[in-house]
């Protein structure tokens, strides 16, 4: 796929990165999350917490860039959802590492693949690393067998090279049995806005139980979404590597279809015009839950 063109699940015509995605109720477990928190976990003691290892810019510059296509196998699945993060952006090109911490994996770019300040979503703090989540893959659902790939991925980064952003006010909600799109309070989870959507198909299910959030937005209308941004998330399918075709990594996005209700796509989710300008709205690294 071309940096510039993503393609989606619309209709039955070629569409954006938001499209090709789908997935299976969900992933695979293990990783370094706490194991029932819904909110953002408290940090270790300090004894027990790796210390940053140096990485020069040779290594830190051959390392694969963690974005919507790459599969790194270093990466951490991420399996759960959650309600509590914090946002930053990168001072610089940074090292991403996994649970053991002690050799990079991968790298998050420090501006993303529309040459915009990449957004950094960040689930719990220990020491000086932050666990982020990635829109990366870690595996392809075609090698990881029944149990499907992990549709959401997680790494450790240095802290000391993030900076904060403002913390969105909401929150994102997927229910694939009621066919439809809430947008929450971060804060108390009412509902602030709701809407109908079409989500995946048997075979090409949108993936449930996960949190990822919203990682960019563009507009394409030779996507067949007209002037409708299309919102990408963070989240791809588990259960096929490329499930609408192209080269998008199986992205799971928010976009706009005439056809709003049902189990009717490769695993996006279809939404009319006015719930399109409501996510439009939100800020990058927005959660978007799943259920």
């Excluded at 915009?116 to 690393?129: A, E, I």
């Excluded at 507009?219 to 791809?236: E, K």
């Excluded at 259960?239 to 279809?257: F, Q, T, V």
Aim: proline share 8%; aromatic share 4%; glycine share 10%.
């Amino acid at each position: 796929m071309q940096r510039t063109t993503l393609w989606t699940t619309v209709g039955g015509v070629a569409a954006a990165v938001a499209a090709a995605a789908i997935a299976l109720p969900l992933l695979v477990g293990g990783g370094p999350a706490p194991a029932a928190g819904t909110t953002r976990a408290a940090t270790a003691s300090a004894s027990s917490v790796p210390s940053v290892p140096s990485v020069d810019a040779a290594a830190l510059a051959a390392l694969p860039e963690a974005q919507y296509s790459a599969v790194i196998g270093g990466l951490l699945p991420w399996d759960r959802t959650t309600t509590s993060v914090d946002v930053f952006h990168l001072t610089a090109d940074a090292p991403l590492f996994g649970d053991a911490r002690t050799a990079p994996v991968a790298r998050f770019a420090k501006d993303d693949f529309l040459q915009q300040p990449t957004t950094v979503v960040g689930v719990r703090r220990q020491g000086p690393w932050e666990l982020v989540l990635t829109p990366a893959r870690r595996q392809l659902p075609s090698a990881a067998g029944a149990g499907g790939a992990a549709a959401q991925t997680a790494a450790w980064v240095p802290a000391a090279m993030l900076t904060a952003a403002p913390a969105p006010t909401s929150r994102v909600v997927i229910s694939t049995k009621e066919q439809s799109v809430s947008i929450v309070s971060a804060s108390t989870g009412a509902v602030q806005q709701h809407f109908a959507a079409g989500v995946g198909t048997a075979d090409t299910p949108t993936p449930t139980g996960v949190t990822g959030y919203l990682e960019q937005r563009y507009v394409d209308p030779s996507q067949g979404t007209g002037d409708h941004p299309i919102q990408l998330t963070s989240l791809h399918s588990s259960a096929a590597d490329e499930p609408y075709g192209g080269h998008d990594g199986g992205l799971i996005g928010l976009h706009w279809n005439a056809t709003t209700s049902g189990a009717v796509s490769h695993g996006c989710v279809r939404l009319s015009a006015e719930a399109v300008a409501a996510v439009d709205a939100l800020p990058l690294g927005t959660l978007v839950t799943v259920e």
